[in-house]
């Protein structure tokens, strides 16, 4: 981008500065180099704030990463399996694991095999 932006300059420092081409076709390309210019600029900067916008981001993200796995701890996920509880359907004999608290707030447990009534 820098390079091009060089380019661009001396390309219109050379017709700025060259007399003898002074004519309607010299001040038309004059002006197409000043707005391309000031394009440019406009890009330049807002890749700029696209860039930081990701740093952002990315350091947002990586903040949430921290935070969910310092949350849940192995004696936690251990705990939270044994909400589950295996229960073995009369009906079909496939074994279902279901959460006790299901378990002791329903009467109905569906197998989710065949439908039977678990409990
Ligand atoms: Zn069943």
Do not use: H, W
């Not at 017709?15 to 890009?43: A, C, R, S, Y």
């Not at 796995?69 to 074994?95: P, R, S």
């Amino acid at each position: 981008m820098k390079e091009l932006r060089e380019q661009i300059d001396s390309i219109y420092n050379y017709f700025k500065n060259n007399d003898e081409q002074d004519t309607e076709l010299n001040k038309m390309f004059l002006k197409v180099i000043e707005g391309i210019t000031d394009k440019l600029e406009e890009i330049q900067v807002n890749l700029e704030n696209l860039d930081e916008n990701i740093s952002y981001l990315n350091e947002d993200l990586s903040d949430i990463q921290e935070d969910i796995f310092e949350e849940v701890t192995l004696e936690e996920l251990e705990a939270y399996e044994d909400e589950y509880i295996e229960v073995t359907c009369n009906n079909c004999n496939k074994a279902a694991f279901i959460e006790k608290s299901a378990l002791e707030n329903n009467k109905l447990i569906p197998c989710p095999f065949c439908n039977n009534n678990l409990k």
